[in-house]
């Protein structure tokens, strides 16, 4: 167990320097440059500009010196928010983006599971039926359309939720809805259909035979099983909940990384693109290891190699 | 049963860790301190997060709206848009225009209440030369300065600015007149800094609250990146505002990005006043002007088309023409840009002054009382279709299919659109080439287009500001305009009397409308949500909401 977490450790770094190459080289290839504005400010200050941040020099000498300062663990300065660090602007924001992110999975887990569960238990009747309606429904709506309903109703018509910021627990109310709709229906529907799938086992219809009752069924032999897909999707779920959600950020005005991440590629904030995507593979990647892990946990067939 | 337990337990566990993982509440914004007239803050969306507050690197009108409430520069701009002693009281001219004399009131502070003197605007003046500090508008507001080639170069101290030794005149030597020199000095860059606090933290001093030092009415008491910046009365200002006028305690900038995001936070009168408002609700908004709450005003900017002079068929002052007057600038302000722009037939816009009176009421006196494009549409058409034929392409015929570039925004693509379809009764083709943003305004530069969306806000009300972005040697000129002509009448226009120096700019842009230089379409406005209860603030041209008077009655 000990040398697996190490291999998978290393091929992660591996994988984490790859992604960090291939984004720098990549992103330097894109026109347009990160001092543009309406109004060209003038050559001479451009090329102040790129002296100062090193843009002037050949890009493989730019690239050793940003993997050098990386392996210290300095990301940089923004080239936009002047005065202001990549890992101040990462370190201050990704707390909330992670305390939201969170949240959204842990209601998407309390209620997607439960609702799966009851849908194939019920399988073919009313309630699947009404289920599954609700689940596509979630699926299909992109949470842009559902953020700016919720603002419009509980934020702006009814106003009993507040709109800005997170500084309260009713804050987190609207941003969590928005963010937790997706996963909640898709977790439900993996759920139903992976219980659906246990339960057609051999070894269920034995449980059966030996005239266990479907409650115990279900939960002692079917949910345990049934279970592993939904938390192979929950580590890329987090990830892409931190960083996917820049539109939730943006109308909430909530202070969390997925704007920067949206907005330093728009921007051509080298730095910050490096910043954030070497933080969200990160993330992906370390999710993807403890899910793994879990599995040793949950199904001890297991065999971690 | 059980299931149902079971869910209802998982429920209450993550209602619980969502309780638990918020923080405490924030208190409420409006209180009103008891037998106060006023309320102690008021609440206002002017923009999103500003990328600096260092007045020196700010280049964005919503940085700058924060400057004029957090800094004072040596003169103001009042309610009128006249100019007014600031940090300075008063300041004489040398006849021959080049040497400005600024004499410093007494009992200036900072914000941490320290001194502040005419040496902290030279070294401010010569900060922002420097080109290790690269400001993005040093050129425009010091370029006129005695030594800023050398200056420009590193050599700071060569900018010829000088304190008195007491710190109370500030002497400033000019390489050419510049009659607007006055307006320049008002600008929100050049706002004071204070040397110990940049030198010890470097840019990061604008980023924290703890080393924000100002002298303007208001200081910075939290800046939560993203979210908002709570400004607070600053105790320790002297300055040309009226000190007794002051009277709200804080000032919340909500940094909205989302604009159904702001209408929601005014809806919800969270906000007073937002600046974002989402164009679909602006047809269900009554108009000040009707006794509602949606505000339009003018601001110093043209919104306009550049074609590229350089290339085929756009060479040809006769095509330029056709493709200026083809277009229903009416029904483009008012129709396209639902009434938030004004339509455009000058260059020039309203709001910008003139030596007497606005600039564009004296360039239609010039003109035989007419703006340089018709008003009249359909006479324009008909001109427009000549004019064609006259440079050999009779109903279109033989003309190139054009391509116009635009970055996707506001009216952008709603108004390629719309030239699409007016081109097309001149039998003229046009594509859209939609364009990132990032990517847009360097290839416009470089000149890699044929026509393209443009525009201008004007940082100073002096008409050369604009215009000089037809001189064959500015950075902005995308069109590659060349007019020896028009490079004349702007040089001339760069002298000490203010009379002349207007003279030639009127001289200039009506070479550049003769011309068809490129192709103005709208005049930009601010328009604005404003609740009743916010009392005393205004908008100036500028595209800035002062703030500084604002208060709310306390209920």
Same mark, same amino acid.
């Given at each position: 167990?000990?040398k697996?977490?190490l291999k998978r450790?290393l091929m ?6 790859? *992604?960090?190459?291939?984004t720098f ?7 347009g440059g990160p001092?543009?504005? /309406?109004k060209?400010i003038?050559?001479?200050?451009q /090329? ?7 843009l002037?020099?050949?890009?493989? /000498?730019?690239y050793?010196?940003?993997m ?11 080239l936009?928010?002047?005065g202001?660090t990549v ?11 992670m305390g939201?992110a969170g ?7 309390a209620?997607?599971i439960?609702l799966?569960?009851?849908?194939a238990?019920n ?5 699947d039926?009404?289920?599954? *309606?609700l689940?596509?429904c ?6 842009f359309?559902s953020s ?5 109703f509980f ?12 500084n309260s627990?009713?804050h987190?109310v609207?941003?969590?809805?928005a963010l ?7 977790i439900t =529907?993996?759920m ?8 057609g086992q051999?070894?269920? =219809?034995?449980? =059966? ?5 479907t409650?115990?069924?279900?939960f002692?032999h079917?949910i ?13 779920m987090?990830?892409?909940l931190?960083?996917g959600?820049?539109v939730? /950020?943006k109308?909430?005005t909530?202070p ?10 728009s921007?051509?904030?080298?730095t910050?693109i490096m910043?954030?995507?070497i933080?969200l593979a990160?993330?992906i990647?370390?999710?993807? *290891?403890?899910?793994?892990?879990l ?7 297991i065999?971690?190699? | ?9 998982i429920?209450?566990?993550?209602m ?9 509440? &924030? ?13 102690d ?5 002017i ?7 260092d007045?020196a690197?700010n280049?964005?009108?919503d940085?700058?709206?924060?400057l004029?409430?957090?800094? @004072? ?9 006249k ?6 009281e008063?300041y004489?001219?040398?006849?021959d225009?080049?040497t ?12 941490d209440?320290?001194?502040l ?7 401010t003046f010569?900060r922002?030369?420097?080109?290790e500090?690269?400001a993005?508008y040093g050129e ?6 005695d030594?800023f080639?050398?200056?420009s ?6 900018l ?13 030597v ?8 006055d307006k320049?000095?008002a600008?929100?860059t050049?706002?004071p800094?204070?040397?110990?606090t940049?030198?010890a933290?470097?840019?990061?001093w604008?980023t ?5 030092v ?7 008491k939290?800046?939560?990146p993203?979210?908002r910046i709570?400004?607070?009365k600053?105790?320790n ?8 006028k ?6 919340n ?5 989302? !604009? ?5 936070a005014?809806t919800?009168g @969270?906000?007073l006043?937002i600046?974002?408002v989402p164009?679909?609700e602006?047809p269900s ?9 949606f505000y339009v ?7 306009y088309?550049?074609?590229?002079t350089?290339?085929?068929?756009f060479d040809?002052?006769?095509v330029?023409?056709a493709?200026?007057?083809a ?7 008012d ?9 455009a ?5 309203p ?18 009382g007419?703006?340089y494009?018709?008003?009249?549409f ?5 001109e427009?279709?000549k ?11 033989g003309?190139?299919?054009?391509t116009? !570039? &635009? ?9 390629a659109?719309?030239l699409?379809?007016a ?7 046009l ?6 943003w990032?990517?847009?305004?360097p290839?416009r530069?470089?000149g ?7 525009g201008?806000?004007?940082d ?6 604009m ?10 000129n995308?069109g ?9 009448a702007i040089?001339s ?8 120096h207007?003279?030639?700019?009127h001289?200039? @842009?009506?070479?550049?409308?003769a011309?068809y230089a490129?192709i103005p ?6 328009f ?5 209860d916010?009392?005393?603030s205004w908008h100036?041209?500028?595209?800035y909401?002062?703030?500084q ?7």
């Open positions: 167990m000990g697996y977490i450790v992660g770094l591996l994988s984490i320097f790859i *992604v960090a190459t291939l080289f990549l992103m330097n290839l894109v026109p001092f543009v504005a /309406e060209s003038s050559k001479a200050a /090329e102040a500009l790129a002296a100062k941040y090193g002037d020099k050949p890009i493989l /000498e730019r050793a010196t940003y050098t300062d990386l392996l210290k663990g300095d990301m940089g300065i923004s936009r928010q002047r202001r890992n101040d602007i990462i370190f201050s924001k990704l707390p909330v983006s939201l949240i959204a999975v842990a209601v998407a887990l209620i997607g439960p799966g569960c009851i849908s238990y399988r073919g009747k009313f309630f039926n009404f289920i599954i *309606v689940a596509t979630g699926i299909a709506i992109p949470s359309i700016v309903l919720l603002l419009y934020g702006a018509k009814l106003a009993i939720l507040p709109t800005i910021g997170l627990a009713l987190y609207m941003p969590v809805t937790a709709i997706y996963p909640t229906a898709y =529907r993996l139903r259909s992976s219980l659906l799938d246990v339960m051999d070894y269920i =219809r034995t449980a =059966r035979a030996k005239g266990l009752g409650f115990k069924i279900i002692k079917a345990r099983n049934a279970i592993l897909p939904v938390i192979t999707y929950v580590g890329p987090l990830a892409s931190m960083t959600s820049f939730v /950020e109308i909430f909530i969390g990384l997925g704007r920067e991440f949206i907005s330093s590629i921007n051509r904030d080298y910050m910043g954030t995507t933080i990160t993330f990647i370390t999710a993807n *290891v403890i899910v793994d892990i599995y040793k946990v949950i199904d001890p067939r065999k971690l190699k | 049963m059980n299931i149902k337990k079971l869910i209802a337990l429920m209450a566990v993550v619980v860790v969502c309780l638990s993982a918020c923080g405490e509440t &924030t208190p409420s914004d409006n209180g009103g301190e008891t037998g106060s007239k006023y309320a803050s008021i609440t206002v969306q923009g999103p997060n500003p990328e600096t507050l007045p690197l280049s964005a009108v940085g700058g709206n924060m004029i409430t957090l800094f @004072e520069t040596l003169l103001i701009i009042d309610q009128d848009n100019v007014q002693p600031g940090q300075a008063s004489t001219v040398s006849k225009g080049l400005w004399t600024f004499t410093m009131r007494d009992g200036l502070k900072w914000s209440g320290s001194e003197n005419a040496k902290d605007f030279e070294y010569k922002i030369a420097d080109p500090l690269a993005p425009t507001v010091v370029g006129m300065i030594g080639d050398k200056a170069e590193g050599d700071t101290d060569a010829n600015v000088k304190a008195s030794e007491d710190g109370k005149t500030l002497t400033v000019l390489a050419y007149p510049c009659s607007y020199f320049i000095v600008f929100g050049m706002s800094v204070q040397k110990a940049v030198e933290n470097g840019d990061a604008a924290s609250p703890d080393t924000y100002c002298n303007g009415p208001y200081t910075i939290e800046w939560v993203g979210e709570v400004c607070e600053n105790e200002y002297v300055g040309g505002w009226d000190s007794e002051i009277v709200t305690k804080t000032i900038f909500l940094l909205l990005e989302d !604009s159904s995001a702001a209408y929601a005014y919800s @969270e906000a006043m600046k974002d164009t679909e602006i908004l009554t108009k000040a002007a009707d006794g509602g709450d005003d003018t601001i110093l900017g043209t919104y088309l550049s074609m590229n350089q290339k085929a068929p040809n002052p006769l330029r023409k493709l200026n007057l277009i229903d600038r009416a029904y483009v302000a129709v396209i840009m639902q009434g938030t722009y004004t339509p037939y000058n260059f020039m816009g709001g910008i002054v003139d030596a007497e009176g606005m600039f564009i009421d004296n360039a239609k006196k010039d003109n035989g007419k703006t494009i018709s008003e009249d359909k006479a324009n058409l008909a427009a279709k004019a064609l034929a006259e440079a050999g392409y009779p109903n279109g015929e003309f190139p299919t054009i116009y !570039s &635009t970055n996707d925004a506001g009216y952008h693509v709603a108004v659109e719309y699409q379809q081109y097309k009764e001149l039998g003229i083709t594509n859209i080439d939609k364009v990132e990032a990517s847009f305004t290839l530069r470089a890699e287009y044929e026509m393209a969306r443009n201008w806000v004007m100073y009300n002096d008409p050369s500001n215009l000089e972005l037809l001189t064959s040697t500015n950075g902005n995308d590659k305009y060349s007019s020896a002509e028009f490079d004349a040089e226009s760069k002298c000490a009397d203010t009379a002349d207007f003279k030639y700019l001289e200039a @842009e009506k070479i550049a409308a011309d490129n379409v709208a005049y930009y406005n601010d604005w949500l404003q609740s009743p916010l009392q005393g100036s041209p500028y595209g909401w002062y703030l008077y604002a208060y709310v009655e306390a209920k």
